[in-house]
């Protein structure tokens, strides 16, 4: 599988996951709390924080009628209208620019999820170094083609599409342009059930669109993403605030500092311990080559004796013959005096 670049990142097989530190509407309407996030991020060890740029006008209408609130009892926003929701939720405009640079101060890529194309366009203003494609948004095609048109790396979330409709949003994709594409599993729902996680979906996501996967994961604690990785992740993307207990309107289902510090560390880890096919020994376990069994002499012989069960056993440590040499050896006489302890040979054998 093809590696890709996103700023100064490669995103491959031969390099570790990269880690997304999601901010979306944890910042809670304060500038100061959204870089101090963005420091929590790079002193974790993530590689990136993504944003999120809409206001609720570009998402939606101001109306409190059915289908413009939720009614979902099963929903951390039931009872919200939508517009209120995302006017919650939104990264003011002119924060991008300020958060921006201090990832950049920090070693990190800041990159967003635009919702429309004014945020595309007001985006590319920033020279970002790629975006983000919502899940929601994976049916929005000319979404996806103005994003694609700009020729930066596209990421896209395939939560609740189907492969037709992950088909057309690829096929739209690079149609339009997109030449570097992730695609990240994802499972829409907040916060998501593992067991709704469909992670085996992985490998199959890769091989059919011949394009790095990663996981975008909604699921509380970092077990998921970590198992992901074992499957072929190399993206993996969790929602980030500094204290669930602080609220806000994605902290039910996003990791704080420390847990984020042991996701860059455990999924880097799962990443090491895929390696390749191999078998025998590893050079680390060449030392354990010494304490495997094999043949020693229990008692002691006198030159002459028969070798019996009662006199040779399967012992460790390994500096006599292999056990599979066991049954060839018995009823054999020994060519001289053998002391108890004595690493059976050949040459003590006639």
């Known amino acids: 599988m093809r590696d890709l670049r996103i700023g100064g990142i490669t995103v491959g097989d031969s390099h570790r996951p990269l880690v997304i530190a999601e901010m979306s509407g944890n910042h809670n309407q304060s500038l100061d709390r959204a870089l101090a996030i963005v420091d929590a991020a790079a002193r974790a060890g993530a590689h990136a924080v993504k944003l999120q740029t809409y206001t609720a006008d570009t998402m939606t209408l101001d109306l409190a009628r059915g289908e413009f609130s939720i009614r979902d009892e099963g929903s951390l926003w039931n009872g919200r209208t939508l517009y209120d929701l995302y006017r919650e939720a939104s990264t003011p405009w002119e924060w991008h620019r300020p958060i921006i640079e201090r990832c950049r101060a920090l070693g990190l890529l800041c990159f967003s999820t635009p919702f429309d194309d004014t945020a595309v366009d ?8 790629c975006y983000k494609i919502a899940s929601f948004e994976n049916v929005h095609l000319p979404l996806i083609r103005k994003v694609a048109a700009t020729g930066k790396p596209v990421i896209m979330s395939t939560g609740m599409a189907s492969i037709g409709e992950l088909d057309e949003a690829v096929s739209t ?19 998501a059930n593992a067991a709704d996680c469909n992670l085996a979906t992985i490998p199959h996501l890769r091989g059919l669109f011949d394009c790095q996967v990663g996981v975008s994961d909604h699921t509380q604690g970092t077990g998921v993403a970590v198992a992901a990785v074992a499957l072929g992740a190399r993206v993996v993307e969790k929602h980030f605030t500094l204290r669930r207990a602080d609220g806000g309107v994605d902290a039910a289902f996003s990791l704080e500092p420390e847990e984020l510090a042991t996701l860059v560390a455990e999924t880097g880890r799962a990443w090491l311990a895929l390696g390749g096919v191999a078998y025998g020994p590893t050079a680390g376990e060449r030392g354990s080559l010494a304490f495997r069994r094999s043949l020693y002499v229990a008692v002691d012989l006198k030159a002459g004796d028969v070798l ?7 012992i460790r440590p390994a500096h006599g013959l292999a056990p599979r040499e066991y049954e060839r050896v018995l009823g054999r006489r020994v060519r001289r005096d053998v002391a ?9 054998v006639g």
């Open 173 to 191: 994709a690079r149609a339009a342009g997109c030449t570097e594409l992730v695609l990240l599993k994802c499972t829409s729902s907040y916060p």
């Open 122 to 129: 007001f985006l590319e203003t920033l020279a970002v170094p």
């Open 340 to 348: 108890r302890g004595t690493p059976l040979s050949w040459e003590l």
């Open 308 to 314: 019996t069960p009662d006199n040779v056993r399967i």
